[in-house]
């Protein structure tokens, strides 16, 4: 699974960037942020979750502790119109399926947001392009490579 062509896609871009994570390939069983916490042995609050979404169109990436739901309603004063992306979407907009996107490796820049409250945490973990594979990072290092803007989400 190591060498699945959507995490090597995600390897590479990860060194293009400079990113010093480890990237682990969790159990298939493993689909959640509570799952990838108690898999990883870290808090929930430390998964990033990358949430695709469409504003009017265009998508829109946004890293959310898992830890915390997106109020639409709180975020859209910032974001502009949010309405959660479908599959065919997110696969078209990231090269990547529901499940394992990534904040980095899309085919072109993502205007993406992070949850200020994963700065809480000396690693993040998120998913490195595949359902099971998740990689680790810092708060700051997520922020430089994906070019986000801190926002509250919740």
């Not at 871009?13 to 010093?20: D, N």
């Amino acid at each position: 699974m190591a060498d699945h062509p959507s995490i090597e896609k995600f390897r590479t871009a990860l060194a293009e960037q400079g990113g010093a994570g480890e990237i682990v390939v969790l159990p298939d069983s493993v689909h959640t942020a509570a799952l990838a916490a108690e898999a990883l042995g870290c808090e929930v609050g430390a998964i990033a979750n990358s949430l695709l979404f469409d504003s009017n169109g265009v998508p829109l990436l946004i890293l959310t502790s898992g830890a915390h739901r997106v109020d639409i309603a709180k975020v859209e004063p910032v974001t502009g119109p949010l309405k959660r992306a479908k599959p065919d979407f997110v696969k078209e907009a990231t090269g990547q399926v529901i499940g394992g996107v990534s904040p980095i490796a899309h085919p072109a820049p993502i205007l993406t947001y992070v949850d200020s409250w994963l700065r809480r945490y000396d690693v993040v973990w998120a998913a490195a392009g595949h359902p099971a594979a998740v990689f680790s990072t810092t708060f700051e290092e997520l922020v430089t490579m994906t070019g986000a803007t801190e926002i509250e989400v919740e």
